[in-house]
């Protein structure tokens, strides 16, 4: 096995991962430490080191508010298990799952993005262990990158002394880790030119940004954008939901207001903070006001929302996947149903409430309430797809939604992670001989798509899995349950915030 390498920086060694025809490099280095001075720059190229580096530990997560603190928190429950994990500005690390034993052996390579909203979340929690996918033949990198008000500060001052690079910070690490790979991957067995991005929630809409940044082209032939949020129905057209990307300007006048918060006067005094210090006072910050810093149009990294992007036909030339589960963050009516959907869809409610009526087959007005409660994850993923179709290109689309055990949750935002990644052992969850085969099989999808762009093939026993079509003129889907079937037809509400979209924009 290939448990010594090089990198550009010098040489590492790995270790044997618990299937010994696996080996783990932990706490690679892809970039300089972005400290000091260098708080609120682009990553810059890290250290050349001396003699074999051990690869033994997983790099400090970035910083963020303490994972598992309140053991009865949902996600603390589900994975952020310790509190006591290591963190510190310090964090462009990587960590490289394979089972080269010569580094000769060019096979695909896919690179994970973590979620939490682009505020919190790491690489290396529990359910991202890449060994399931290494026993595939993939070579699977998990990064850590800039979070928060790390990761998407900007302010005059920033864009005026650096242009080149006035914002976007932990995006930017993104590019730096997919330029490692390029360099270096090669080394552990990997094809540089066969490389895939995916991610969940916040690493959706980061590989989502990834794959409309023109700083990214020819980085990676392949995305699998997995919930990555209601984006999609936030394009500047939209009057229903969202935001969109902001702009620099607007960046740059919350960043303002985010220095005034810190009670300093310049980027300099605020670069001389302690990170502990700027990160608690960016949590109060958002707790008082429920502002975030999120992505920005720099015209440098983003030059556009990425939806606008998918509607436009600007998305880079690349292979794309679009994932959901069915339980995962409902939108409908606390109050009064008319009122909520005048308010919410105008001119077009009429339009939603005959699917409502359709979905709910009766007149009851709780039925109605109930029916006319949606994803907006689903319909916003439902929408992307829809866009990527517009623009002539086709996609895969699929929904996450078996019968997940331990509560009442239901296939829960994120829920779709421990299946992906084949870890379900891992998860304290009552799961059952289907749930391990509905895991292996959607590893073994996600893998198939990383190899080819086709994600169909056979499954262990050497039978062809169930046949996931594009997601086309004929609008194929499939669904991932308790089993794994072409879906025949949409949720009608679902659709229906999806047409009235389309309708919004002129596109139906």
Same mark, same amino acid.
């Given at each position: 096995?290939?448990?010594?390498?090089?990198?550009? *920086?010098?040489?590492?060694?790995?270790?044997?991962?618990?299937?010994?025809?696996?080996?783990?490099?932990?706490?690679? !280095?892809?970039?300089?430490?972005?400290?000091?001075?260098?708080?609120?720059?682009?990553?810059? #190229?890290?250290?050349?080191?001396?003699?074999?580096?051990?690869?033994?530990?997983?790099?400090?997560?970035?910083?963020?508010?303490?994972?598992?603190?309140? !053991?009865?928190?949902?996600? =603390?429950?589900?994975?952020?298990?310790?509190?006591?994990?290591?963190?510190?500005?310090?964090?462009?690390?990587?960590?490289?799952?394979?089972?080269?034993?010569?580094?000769?052996?060019?096979?695909?390579?896919?690179?994970?993005?973590?979620?939490?909203?682009?505020?919190?979340?790491?690489?290396?929690?529990?359910?991202?262990?890449?060994?399931?996918?290494?026993?595939?033949?993939?070579?699977?990198?998990?990064?850590?990158?800039?979070?928060?008000?790390?990761?998407?500060?900007?302010?005059?001052?920033?864009?005026?002394?650096?242009?080149?690079? #006035?914002?976007?910070?932990?995006?930017?690490?993104?590019?730096?880790?997919?330029?490692?790979? +390029?360099?270096?991957?090669?080394?552990?067995?990997?094809?540089?030119?066969?490389?895939?991005?995916?991610?969940?929630?916040?690493?959706?809409?980061?590989?989502?940004?990834? =794959?409309?940044? #023109?700083?990214?082209?020819?980085?990676?032939?392949?995305?699998?954008?997995?919930?990555?949020?209601?984006?999609?129905?936030?394009?500047?057209?939209? +009057?229903? %939901?969202?935001?969109?990307?902001?702009?620099?300007?607007?960046?740059?006048?919350?960043?303002?207001?985010?220095?005034?918060?810190?009670?300093?006067?310049?980027?300099?005094?605020?670069?001389?903070?302690?990170?502990?210090?700027?990160?608690?006072?960016?949590?109060?910050?958002?707790?008082?006001?429920?502002?975030?810093?999120?992505?920005?149009?720099?015209?440098?990294?983003?030059?556009?929302?990425?939806?606008?992007?998918?509607?436009?036909?600007?998305?880079?030339?690349?292979?794309?996947?679009?994932?959901?589960?069915?339980?995962?963050?409902?939108?409908?009516?606390?109050?009064?149903?008319?009122?909520?959907?005048?308010?919410?869809?105008?001119?077009?409610?009429?339009?939603?409430?005959?699917?409502?009526?359709?979905?709910?087959?009766?007149?009851? #007005?709780?039925?109605?309430?109930?029916?006319?409660?949606?994803?907006?994850?689903?319909?916003? *993923?439902?929408?992307?797809?829809?866009?990527?179709?517009?623009?002539?290109?086709?996609?895969?689309?699929?929904?996450?939604?078996?019968?997940?055990?331990?509560?009442?949750?239901?296939?829960?935002?994120? =829920? /779709?992670?421990?299946?992906?990644? /084949?870890?379900?052992?891992?998860?304290?969850?009552?799961?059952?001989?289907?749930?391990?085969?509905?895991?292996?099989?959607?590893?073994?999808?996600?893998?198939? %798509?990383?190899?080819?762009?086709?994600? *169909?093939?056979?499954?262990?026993?050497?039978?062809?899995?169930?046949?996931?079509?594009?997601?086309?003129?004929?609008?194929?889907?499939?669904?991932?349950?308790?089993?794994?079937?072409?879906?025949?037809?949409?949720?009608?509400?679902?659709?229906?915030?999806?047409?009235?979209?389309?309708?919004?924009?002129?596109?139906?």
């Amino acid at each position: 096995m290939l448990r010594v390498t090089k990198t550009e *920086n010098g040489m590492v060694r790995g270790f044997a991962g618990t299937n010994a025809r696996v080996t783990v490099f932990k706490g690679i !280095p892809y970039a300089a430490p972005p400290v000091g001075e260098l708080r609120w720059r682009a990553p810059q #190229p890290a250290a050349n080191w001396e003699g074999i580096r051990d690869c033994y530990e997983y790099g400090p997560i970035a910083m963020q508010t303490t994972p598992g603190l309140d !053991p009865n928190a949902f996600y =603390s429950k589900e994975w952020h298990v310790d509190p006591e994990i290591s963190m510190d500005e310090d964090c462009l690390y990587l960590n490289v799952w394979t089972t080269a034993k010569t580094g000769d052996e060019k096979m695909p390579v896919m690179m994970w993005i973590h979620g939490g909203g682009m505020q919190e979340g790491y690489g290396h929690e529990m359910e991202f262990d890449g060994e399931q996918f290494a026993k595939r033949g993939i070579v699977l990198v998990s990064i850590t990158y800039r979070l928060n008000v790390f990761a998407f500060m900007a302010h005059k001052e920033i864009t005026e002394a650096q242009p080149g690079d #006035p914002a976007n910070y932990g995006l930017l690490d993104c590019i730096a880790a997919l330029k490692w790979i +390029k360099n270096n991957i090669a080394n552990f067995g990997g094809d540089p030119d066969n490389v895939t991005i995916f991610g969940q929630s916040g690493g959706g809409h980061a590989s989502e940004y990834l =794959s409309a940044s #023109p700083l990214a082209k020819g980085l990676f032939q392949r995305a699998i954008f997995q919930s990555p949020g209601f984006g999609a129905l936030a394009l500047p057209e939209s +009057k229903f %939901f969202g935001i969109g990307t902001k702009d620099l300007a607007y960046g740059e006048a919350f960043g303002q207001e985010f220095l005034d918060y810190l009670g300093v006067k310049t980027i300099e005094e605020a670069r001389a903070l302690d990170a502990r210090y700027v990160s608690d006072k960016q949590v109060q910050y958002r707790a008082e006001t429920f502002k975030f810093m999120f992505p920005l149009v720099d015209n440098v990294f983003c030059v556009k929302d990425p939806n606008q992007a998918m509607l436009d036909g600007d998305m880079n030339d690349i292979d794309i996947m679009l994932t959901v589960t069915g339980d995962e963050f409902p939108t409908g009516p606390r109050g009064d149903l008319d009122q909520w959907v005048n308010e919410s869809f105008g001119k077009y409610a009429d339009e939603f409430m005959a699917a409502v009526r359709e979905k709910a087959g009766s007149d009851d #007005p709780e039925a109605l309430k109930k029916a006319a409660t949606f994803s907006s994850f689903h319909a916003a *993923n439902l929408l992307s797809a829809e866009l990527l179709l517009h623009a002539g290109k086709d996609t895969y689309f699929e929904i996450f939604d078996p019968e997940i055990p331990g509560d009442d949750a239901g296939s829960f935002h994120s =829920s /779709d992670l421990w299946f992906e990644f /084949d870890n379900i052992r891992n998860c304290w969850r009552p799961f059952d001989g289907h749930h391990y085969d509905l895991a292996r099989k959607m590893c073994n999808y996600f893998a198939n %798509f990383a190899r080819t762009g086709n994600p *169909n093939g056979k499954d262990a026993d050497g039978t062809d899995m169930p046949e996931w079509k594009k997601y086309n003129e004929e609008r194929n889907i499939l669904f991932l349950g308790d089993e794994i079937y072409p879906l025949e037809k949409e949720d009608p509400v679902i659709q229906a915030v999806v047409n009235i979209n389309l309708k919004n924009l002129g596109l139906l």
